[in-house]
């Protein structure tokens, strides 16, 4: 496991789920990174980008990887965030709720992947005051 500290000192960031659509989570969880300050990568299957960001249609297709990865996917979409993830040097996977299952969580720790399950990022951001000074450059 990693912990929510660790996790949020990272810096390139993959949201697996952004979209375009401003009233979904994927959405809200991408914007609020980007404004702390997070160099963010949007992951969507389909949409050509997210807030003028280009959006990647998976992890292995990043140039230069990323640190840690966002997961607002369904548990089904998951598995295969959970493949690439272990692909690329396996990132820590923050699941947010909704995201997981025991089965994901199993596949995760199978693979060696550092995993969060549960806690939203943007109620640990609100609660730890925003992204860690020390993580920011």
Same mark, same amino acid.
């Given at each position: ?11 390139? #960031? ?12 994927? +959405?809200?969880? &991408? ?15 389909? %949409? ?7 959006? +990647?249609?998976?992890?292995?297709? #990043? ?8 997961? #607002? ?11 690439? %993830? ?8 923050? &699941? ?19 995993? #969060? ?16 000074? %020390?993580?920011?450059?």
């Amino acid at each position: 496991p990693i912990t929510v500290d660790a996790w949020l000192r990272k810096r390139r #960031i993959a949201v697996c789920g952004a979209t375009p659509k401003r009233d979904r989570w994927g +959405y809200r969880v &991408f914007r609020r990174l980007l404004d702390e300050g997070y160099d963010v990568v949007p992951v969507h299957p389909l %949409a050509p980008h997210v807030d003028q960001i280009p959006c +990647y249609a998976g992890l292995t297709e #990043i140039p230069g990887g990323v640190d840690a990865v966002s997961v #607002i996917t369904p548990p089904s979409a998951s598995m295969g965030v959970l493949r690439d %993830a272990a692909e690329i040097g396996r990132p820590p996977c923050w &699941f947010q709720p909704g995201a997981s299952s025991s089965e994901v969580l199993a596949e995760a720790a199978r693979l060696g992947i550092p995993t #969060i399950d549960g806690p939203c990022v943007l109620i640990e951001l609100d609660r730890t005051g925003g992204r860690p000074r %020390a993580a920011r450059s």
